[in-house]
């Protein structure tokens, strides 16, 4: 089983969140608020969205990995794949707490959090929290003439902001965990908020989705109707890798992987071939 973060052998007990149909979601029970200013909001705009709508506890906090696979399964229909369980076990490396975590938490740079994000910041540049509308920019304007991104503009934009962030941070850290994660997140905005097969998202959506960290229900959006899970998820960020026409690590050397699970093997995903960057192996 290939993710794009590590391969692990996928647990076949039921997570027991299964169920929820886009028929069996109460909208009006999962209305858009605005964070109150003590709610605790982070660098991921599906989480921070999950928690405006009410699907994860609208306070940001006290976040368990359950609580978080069954948020995106109800507002997204994303499967509780490894890829999320995954993240979400990052997402507790991020705090002291034992089983718990507040969002802005996950913001703790070299976990999950990284540089050259599309919406936020580089830390050493100042805020990796909260989105940042000049970084958003160049998603925003990608794809010019035509009203939807997909996997060609996704894999632009990811070329574009590492070059755009390696003029203003020196210390742009960008390993193959990095370049994974940017991948992975592409695949999450075309996928979650446009169409998991074909990897195209209306333009609007996306856009609503980053600035106002909302669901664009009024404007016609709605959930996957076919459950996103590491079958159609590996297939459209394997075609996002393969459309990005230029990259390699760069910043400093570190090794970017951690073993998560007894029984699973440290294999990278051959994201990139022929790369002897340390980061390629089992380091
Ligand atoms: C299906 C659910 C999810 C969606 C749609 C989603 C979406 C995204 C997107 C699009 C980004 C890129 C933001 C940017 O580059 O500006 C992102 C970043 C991030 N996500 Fe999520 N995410 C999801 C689940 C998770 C989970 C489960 C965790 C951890 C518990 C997580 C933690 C993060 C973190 C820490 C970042 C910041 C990475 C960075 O840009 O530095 N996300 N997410
Ligand atoms: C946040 O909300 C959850 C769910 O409503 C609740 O259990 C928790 O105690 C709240 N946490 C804080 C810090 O207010
Ligand atoms: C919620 O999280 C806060 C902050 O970590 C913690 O102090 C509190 O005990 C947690 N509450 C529950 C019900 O877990
Ligand atoms: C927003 O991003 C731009 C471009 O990287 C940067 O110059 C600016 O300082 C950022 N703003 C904040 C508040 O971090
Ligand atoms: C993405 O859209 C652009 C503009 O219409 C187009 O040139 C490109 O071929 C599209 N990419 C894919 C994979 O369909
Ligand atoms: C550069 O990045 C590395 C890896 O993230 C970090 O350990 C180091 O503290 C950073 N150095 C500076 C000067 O920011
Ligand atoms: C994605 O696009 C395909 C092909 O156009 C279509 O059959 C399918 O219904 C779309 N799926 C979603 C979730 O919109």
Redo the contacts with the bound molecule.
């Keep these: 089983m290939k993710s794009f973060l590590v391969s692990l052998i996928a647990l076949t007990a039921s997570i027991g969140v299964r169920g929820a149909t886009s028929d069996s979601i109460d909208w009006s029970a999962h209305q858009w608020q605005a964070p109150l200013p003590t709610d605790s909001r982070g660098p991921c705009p599906g989480l921070n969205t999950l928690a405006n709508h009410g699907f994860l506890p609208r306070n940001g906090s006290n976040i368990t990995i359950p609580i978080v696979l069954a948020a995106i399964k109800a507002g997204f229909n994303h499967e509780p794949t490894s890829l999320m369980r995954t993240a979400g076990k990052l997402g507790l490396l991020t705090t002291d707490n034992p089983d718990h975590f507040a969002l802005e938490e996950l913001a703790l740079h070299g976990t999950i959090e990284h540089d050259a994000s599309f919406s936020r910041?580089d830390l050493a540049?100042?805020?990796n929290i909260h989105f940042?509308a000049?970084?958003f920019a160049t998603l925003k304007n990608s794809n010019p003439g035509v009203d939807y991104y997909n996997i060609t503009s996704a894999a632009q934009v990811m070329v574009q902001r590492l070059a755009e962030d390696s003029l203003?941070n020196p210390n742009l850290t960008n390993t193959i965990k990095e370049f994974s994660a940017r991948v992975g997140e592409s695949g999450l905005y075309l996928g979650v908020i446009g169409n998991i097969t074909t990897g195209v998202a209306p333009k609007k959506f996306v856009q609503i989705f980053f600035e106002q960290e909302r669901l664009p229900l009024e404007e016609g959006w709605h959930r996957s109707d076919v459950p996103i899970d590491d079958d159609n998820f590996n297939k459209l960020t394997n075609a996002i890798t393969q459309a990005v026409t230029e990259w390699a690590p760069s910043g400093p050397i570190v090794c970017p992987w951690v073993r998560l699970q007894p029984e699973g093997p440290v294999t990278l995903v051959p994201l990139v071939v022929g790369t002897d960057h340390p980061g390629a192996d089992n380091s």
């Design positions: 910041s540049i100042g805020d940042n000049t970084v203003i």
